[in-house]
């Protein structure tokens, strides 16, 4: 799949697309809303290329005006004209059409999740938007005190509106990250939590109630706030595994390859690998041999098309693919003679 889209010889990015859709069904959904035409202003000046991906959205949305129209999620639907209907759910049609298959939806407060292979992109009622990647779920909380969300589980990027007097705070497990106009995403699996920082500043607590952890394990000196809280700098991720903490500079192009439905390995072993593609599909990759699992694996791959992945290690391993209903198996030990090889996928 295409992850640009060209209108009038410039490339506009489907993150570009996505938020179109968004400001469009803020501004066509019920009644005017002040703040989302402030909003959507604010957005268009702040790069020609918003409005380029306006435009595109509304022509696309002109455009299928007579295709049939798939709810993301159920939701009641407002007592609006029709043509305030479709303009309701432009942002859906467009990125349908276009085949970026990400729900976008404006999601005030309250629970809110994805399904295996399933993302979303969400606005919450402050301008913030919340992109959830694959079997994640999180419940927002806003009041007059902080804007609040919690990372239940699974991945999710955020990109906060800017409200000095409004904290805005991201809890997963018994870490909080706090944030005032930023980007960052937080992954958490189990009692393990990382925070990639893609823009801005965020502080990280590491002595939440409930945490254990020891000393950082860091090798890079690492910026504390006046409370003990971590401050990172962009591109630089803190992790919390096992009771410990350590921060690493990371590629944002492989952080947030997600949104585009790539995954970056780079020089992984294949077990790690495997458990990487597993979280996109329902179909699982199995490894038959022990051996074969730290094999090193380098490629740009497609989240959900664990079968084209499986051959493509197959191929330059000497193992053999096996499909089994809901799961696909690695057969055999890695060939001595390809040992050093690392399949590559465009």
Same mark, same amino acid.
């Given at each position: 799949?295409?992850?640009?889209?060209?209108?009038?010889?410039?490339?506009?990015?489907?993150? %570009?697309?996505?938020?179109?859709?968004?400001?469009?069904?803020?501004?066509?959904?019920?009644?005017?809303?002040?703040?989302?035409?402030?909003?959507?202003?604010?957005? =268009?000046?702040?790069?020609?290329?918003?409005?380029?991906?306006?435009?595109?959205? !509304?022509?696309?949305?002109?455009?299928?005006?007579? =295709?049939?129209?798939?709810?993301?999620?159920?939701?009641?639907?407002?007592?609006?004209?029709?043509?305030?209907?479709?303009?309701?759910?432009?942002?859906?049609?467009?990125?349908?059409?276009?085949?970026?298959?990400?729900?976008?939806?404006?999601?005030?407060?309250?629970?809110?999740? !994805?399904?295996?292979?399933?993302?979303?992109?969400?606005?919450?009622?402050?301008?913030?938007?919340?992109?959830?990647?694959?079997?994640?779920?999180?419940?927002?909380?806003?009041?007059?005190?902080?804007?609040?969300?919690?990372?239940?589980?699974?991945?999710?990027?955020?990109?906060?509106?800017?409200?000095?007097?409004?904290?805005?705070?991201?809890?997963?497990?018994?870490?909080?990250?706090?944030? =005032?106009?930023?980007?960052?995403?937080? %992954?958490?699996?189990?009692?393990?939590?990382?925070?990639?920082?893609?823009?801005?500043?965020?502080?990280?607590?590491?002595?939440?109630?409930?945490?254990?952890?020891?000393? @950082?394990?860091?090798?890079? @000196?690492? @910026?504390?706030?006046?409370?003990?809280?971590?401050?990172?700098?962009?591109?630089?991720?803190?992790?919390?595994?096992?009771?410990?903490?350590?921060?690493?500079? !990371?590629?944002?192009?492989?952080?947030?390859?997600?949104?585009?439905?790539?995954?970056?390995?780079?020089?992984? @072993?294949?077990?790690?690998?495997?458990?990487?593609?597993?979280?996109?599909?329902?179909?699982?990759?199995?490894?038959?041999?022990?051996?074969? %699992?730290?094999?090193?694996? !380098?490629?740009?791959?497609?989240?959900?098309?664990? =079968?084209?992945?499986?051959?493509?290690?197959?191929?330059?391993?000497?193992?053999?693919?096996?499909?089994?209903?809901?799961?696909?198996?690695?057969?055999?030990?890695?060939?001595?003679?390809?040992?050093?090889?690392?399949?590559?996928?465009?």
């Amino acid at each position: 799949m295409s992850t640009e889209f060209s209108t009038r010889g410039t490339a506009v990015p489907p993150e %570009r697309l996505a938020e179109a859709g968004v400001w469009i069904s803020r501004l066509h959904s019920g009644e005017p809303d002040k703040a989302a035409v402030a909003g959507v202003k604010r957005w =268009l000046k702040a790069d020609p290329m918003n409005a380029r991906a306006l435009e595109l959205c !509304t022509e696309m949305w002109e455009q299928s005006a007579a =295709l049939p129209r798939v709810m993301a999620f159920d939701a009641p639907e407002p007592a609006v004209d029709r043509r305030r209907r479709g303009f309701a759910w432009a942002g859906a049609g467009a990125l349908a059409a276009l085949a970026v298959f990400v729900a976008v939806a404006w999601w005030p407060r309250g629970d809110v999740a !994805t399904d295996i292979g399933e993302q979303r992109l969400v606005t919450l009622e402050d301008g913030t938007h919340v992109f959830l990647n694959t079997e994640t779920r999180v419940h927002v909380h806003y009041d007059a005190k902080r804007r609040f969300v919690e990372l239940k589980s699974g991945e999710a990027m955020f990109d906060v509106a800017k409200r000095p007097t409004w904290p805005f705070v991201v809890k997963a497990g018994n870490r909080e990250i706090r944030a =005032l106009g930023t980007s960052f995403v937080v %992954r958490r699996e189990g009692a393990d939590t990382a925070v990639t920082l893609v823009e801005g500043k965020v502080t990280v607590t590491t002595d939440a109630p409930g945490g254990n952890d020891g000393p @950082p394990r860091i090798s890079t @000196p690492l @910026p504390s706030a006046a409370d003990g809280a971590f401050v990172l700098t962009p591109g630089q991720r803190l992790t919390f595994h096992s009771g410990r903490a350590s921060l690493e500079n !990371t590629s944002l192009d492989s952080a947030i390859a997600w949104r585009r439905g790539q995954i970056v390995l780079d020089d992984t @072993p294949l077990g790690d690998a495997v458990s990487e593609l597993n979280r996109y599909s329902k179909v699982k990759l199995e490894i038959e041999r022990p051996e074969a %699992r730290a094999i090193k694996v !380098t490629g740009l791959f497609q989240t959900g098309d664990s =079968l084209s992945f499986a051959h493509a290690v197959a191929q330059t391993y000497g193992l053999s693919v096996e499909e089994h209903g809901d799961a696909i198996l690695l057969r055999g030990a890695p060939s001595a003679a390809v040992a050093g090889a690392a399949p590559v996928v465009p």
